[in-house]
């Protein structure tokens, strides 16, 4: 998909430091992400996804190194750059919401002064200003009763409410990106819908740029034009929904794919388990559950193929590029 | 915030059913377990007639749960007994003895606490880093020493061998009278400032700083170790990345936010740092020969001053319950998650 | 093991707890004149003479040198603290897991008194103990343990409680275990984590206490050289011969604090939040 590319990942290796040794989270990772998409990163648990997502949000945790690599946000690397100018610009232009929306508030505070206290640091604003803009966020977000939410503590809303809400803070900055990580799985199916839903409005309505973070490729399928496939720190597969989806070509998104449980078909789960995230791989980690592997795949990082719109790390593909 | 009547009567009734096992077991441990309690009472070297006397004022000679109700009795009118060395009630010695124990216990609790939620921040905040070694080192020497054996030393190096602050007593008596000091509420800091008397003002604070040091020692260390695991604890949970992520300001973050979610635990465990501020302050007090309850109890234990040693005790339990109620009711209600 | 190495501060407890160990368990073999511990022998002449090359820590008013008697201290210290912390763990555990597992009046009774020692502060009723129960390392020893095991009973009934409607539990009841099997071999394994911790920073706090108590003189009687006692022994001589003082309490410093730098390193090790958060300074 071409457009103005707004993120520009290059050579991404993020480590995470624990006295269980070290955990190579993000091992090389290239990425391009295009104004006004909304692109979907896949992957198991432990695959990197809410690494990558962290760090492009710049709020990994305190053990986390970014070791080498680049993110080119706004013409400025914004892992190379101590400047507080170039932070304030992140937390201005990125909003994040998380996988549990009742941890995502402080339980000592009211809604309200936590949307206060946000949107009065990051838009430089009054807290009377702070304070409309909130409602008008919350309305937004298509919560009804916004007075009794804003006055609410988090233990008194229900789960819904409080990802709409947390949504609502995230958008109410209007930034220019909304990352969301796994923003309904821990919320009943009915739910989980509604939710997906309103963020496929709201990014029309705000003019966004989405990137969404999830293991599950139906809601993958329900919201975003572009997927990207990750797997123990890399990205596999890279391409538009539709024709990742009716056509992988990375023998784990075909895996990915055939594991889904679907009536009239046996369960064909991928052989064999993720590897440790603190292992180091001289070829691909997929070798070993992967049942087109050859020889180079054990020795070999899997290079990276460009073949159209669609992009894969495979050795199987390698050569392939130059055909049509 | 559920500080309800209901909440409060039922942690008075709670605190009288804990004084009454308070008294059960004193009285358990100096009238039942003893063979001759009287003897006890009475004092080493009591003549015939005292011994007698004891008996009866013990009521030894009726059935067990007569005499707990006797006790009982006796306890509630003030009744304790009368010291065999001082000669004077143990009520009032004890009340006597009370704020000079109370002007150190708070001043030592105050700078732990002051001085150690702070600490235990800073060392959070710079999760670690060689400042946060620092810290921590300081604290765990901290909670490792032996507060008899450092109130020694201080006195030691500071009163004798610097000879920079004063070690012992509370004031020059010399001083006192020469300037016409007068003690009004027994706390000599606020005394001498009511009346002016900056001399004896100066002289009492000097004469507080290593007592109140040494007292101040372990429960800092204690305060900050707990700080600084509550608060890392904090930093790491969902809310705080949430709400940074999405650009609130980092002060905002960490002094309302994190402190307030910190300070809830904290102030629970304020009830049982103020316990070992007190049993700290009571081995203080020996070493600085200061007149509060702990040397009082000391002495009194020295001396087989069963009367003495049982009303400290007795009063240093209740004291130390109504401390705990008062804790619990403001843990209550400051965080709203809290039930009985 | 990576965990020592990258905080090498908890290897000096590790250390410091194992020589304590050892030298407590060898004290009498290894000291050059064992008869200094009981000390009923009397030299003047050799009486408060400074630290030197033949007395490394000094002697005290009897003569006899503090070295010796430190070292000597040391088995008290360590026979103290594990009984002590032992005799707690053999009261307090089957008191909480009872309280916690059954429940109902029972366990709130059970909780009460619990309570009512709990409202004690710190060691007043462990001084309460020994004055009655009179001066020795045995009577030392339960003064403290009877003071102690609400502590451990507390936690478990926490735990207990907590743990008690999870699914293992309940699978266990309806196999038809006894009680007692479920208490003691499916929540007990399951709850030992922070009370092992605990258990070990509690070591250094008994041998903390209870040099409190010989220091008052209601712990154990001279001519014992444990070491609050000859704290308190060295008192009156504080101004021309601090040695005697200053050594054993040092000693109780160094041990309490190996303790505790264990216990910590436990907490780290052993709890997983900790540790996948603990960061390595960078070399960058």
């Not at chain 1, 507080?84 to 909003?95: Q, W």
């Not at chain 2, 316990?275 to 234990?301: D, H, K, R, S």
């Not at chain 3, 006899?64 to 594990?82: A, K, Q, W």
């Not at chain 3, 478990?156 to 208490?183: C, H, W």
Request: net charge positive; hydrophobic share 50%.
């Amino acid at each position: 998909m071409s457009g103005t590319t707004i993120i520009s990942i290059r050579g991404l290796v993020v480590n995470y430091y624990t006295f269980g040794g070290v955990i190579k989270a993000l091992r090389d990772v290239d990425l391009d992400i295009n104004h006004g998409e909304s692109i979907c990163i896949v992957g198991e648990s432990g695959s990197g996804k809410s690494t990558l997502a962290q760090t492009i949000a710049m709020i990994l945790p305190q053990n986390a190194v970014v070791e080498r690599g680049s993110i080119i946000y706004d013409s400025v690397d914004i892992l190379r750059s101590s400047s507080l100018d170039v932070l304030a610009r992140v937390r201005r232009d990125i909003g994040m919401v998380f996988q549990d929306p009742a941890t995502s508030f402080s339980p000592l505070f009211p809604i309200k002064q936590q949307f206060v206290d946000v949107l009065s640091e990051v838009l430089k604003v009054t807290p009377e200003e702070a304070l409309r803009i909130s409602r008008e966020a919350l309305k937004n977000a298509r919560l009804i009763e916004v007075e009794r939410v804003l006055n609410s503590y988090p233990h008194e809303l229900s789960g819904g409410m409080l990802q709409r809400a947390s949504i609502a803070l995230a958008l109410a900055k209007k930034p220019k990106v909304l990352i969301a990580d796994e923003p309904t799985t821990n919320l009943d199916v009915t739910t989980q819908a509604e939710i997906l839903d309103l963020i496929k409005v709201l990014k029309r309505e705000y003019g966004l740029t989405l990137i969404m973070i999830t293991h599950n490729f139906g809601v993958a399928a329900h919201v975003c034009d572009r997927v990207v496939v990750m797997y123990a720190g890399m990205i596999f597969e890279d391409g538009p929904t539709r024709q990742v989806l009716d056509n992988p070509l990375h023998p784990y998104t075909r895996g990915l794919l055939m594991a889904i449980p679907r009536m009239g078909r046996s369960l064909t789960p991928i052989p064999g388990f993720p590897p440790d995230p603190r292992e180091v791989f001289e070829g691909c980690p997929f070798y070993g559950r992967c049942n087109s592997a050859r020889g180079e795949c054990s020795t070999q990082k899997p290079p990276r193929v460009v073949l159209g719109e669609r992009t894969v790390h495979c050795h199987l593909y390698w050569g392939s590029q130059w055909k049509s | 915030m559920p500080v309800t009547y209901e909440y409060v009567i039922k942690r008075l009734f709670l605190l009288v059913l804990v004084v009454l096992g308070v008294l059960v077991i004193t009285f358990i441990l100096t009238r039942v377990i003893p063979a001759r309690p009287e003897l006890l009472w009475a004092g080493p070297h009591a003549p015939l007639e005292a011994i007698k006397r004891a008996r009866e004022e013990l009521h030894l000679d009726k059935p067990i749960h007569v005499q707990l109700a006797y006790y009982l009795r006796d306890f509630f009118t003030g009744n304790w007994g009368v010291s065999w060395r001082t000669k004077q009630p143990v009520f009032q010695d004890i009340l006597s003895a009370l704020p000079a124990t109370l002007e150190l216990v708070i001043i030592g609790f105050a700078i732990a606490v002051i001085a150690g939620i702070p600490l235990g921040f800073y060392s959070a905040l710079r999760l670690g880093s060689i400042k946060d070694d620092v810290v921590r080192s300081i604290a765990v020497i901290g909670a490792s020493m032996p507060i008899f054996w450092v109130a020694l030393i201080l006195q030691l190096v500071f009163g004798i061998w610097l000879k920079v602050l004063p070690a012992g007593k509370r004031v020059d008596t010399a001083l006192a009278i020469v300037t016409g000091f007068r003690s009004i509420t027994g706390f000599y800091l606020l005394d001498s400032l009511i009346q002016g008397n900056m001399i004896v003002f100066i002289d009492a604070l000097k004469r507080l700083v290593l007592p109140a040091i040494t007292v101040s020692l372990y429960p800092l260390s204690l305060t900050i170790r707990m700080v600084r695991s509550l608060a890392v604890e904090v930093l790491n949970e969902n809310f705080v990345r949430f709400l940074e992520v999405n650009g609130i300001n980092r002060r905002t973050l960490i002094y309302r936010y994190v402190l307030r979610s910190v300070i809830s635990p904290v102030i629970a465990s304020l009830g049982l740092s103020f316990g070992y501020t007190l049993i700290g302050a009571f081995m203080v007090e020996l070493v600085y020969v200061w007149p509060g309850i702990g040397y009082y109890a000391g002495m009194a234990l020295l001396s087989y001053d069963y009367p003495a040693v049982l009303g400290s005790i007795v009063f240093v339990a209740l004291f130390y319950s109504a401390i705990n109620l008062v804790v619990d009711l403001v843990h209550a209600w400051i965080d709203p998650r809290v039930k009985l | 093991m990576e965990f020592a190495v990258h905080r090498k501060i908890y290897l000096v407890g590790l250390v410091i707890v194992t020589l304590f160990v050892i030298t407590g368990i060898l004290a009498p073999y290894i000291v050059r004149r064992p008869e200094d511990a009981w000390g009923i022998t009397y030299n003047p002449e050799k009486a408060f003479k400074q630290p030197s090359l033949e007395n490394p820590l000094g002697t005290d008013a009897l003569g006899r040198d503090l070295l010796n008697r430190v070292v000597l201290g040391t088995r008290f210290s360590l026979i103290i603290g594990v009984s002590v912390v032992s005799l707690s763990l053999f009261i307090g555990i089957p008191i909480g897991l009872l309280a916690g597992y059954l429940g109902g009046r029972l366990g709130t009774v059970l909780m009460r008194i619990a309570d009512i020692f709990l409202a004690f502060p710190p060691l007043l009723l462990a001084i309460a103990f020994a004055s009655v129960l009179g001066r020795g390392v045995l009577n030392t020893i339960i003064a403290l343990a009877l003071s102690w095991w609400p502590w451990y009973t507390r936690l478990i009934y926490i735990q207990t409680t907590s743990v008690k409607s999870l699914a293992y539990v309940d699978s266990a009841r309806i196999m038809g275990l006894n009680p007692i099997t479920i208490m003691f071999k499916h929540i007990l394994p399951n709850i030992a984590t922070p009370l092992i911790t605990q258990a070990t920073l509690d070591i250094g706090s008994a041998i903390l206490e209870a040099s409190a108590l010989s220091f008052l003189g209601v712990g154990v009687p001279p001519p014992t050289p444990e070491w609050g006692l000859l704290v308190s022994e060295g008192w009156q001589y504080i101004n021309m011969a601090w040695w005697i003082s200053f050594f054993p309490g040092l000693a109780i410093l160094v041990v309490v604090l190996g303790f505790n730098l264990l216990g910590d390193a436990f907490k780290e090790y052993l709890d997983p939040r900790v540790r996948n958060l603990m960061v390595r300074r960078k070399v960058k």
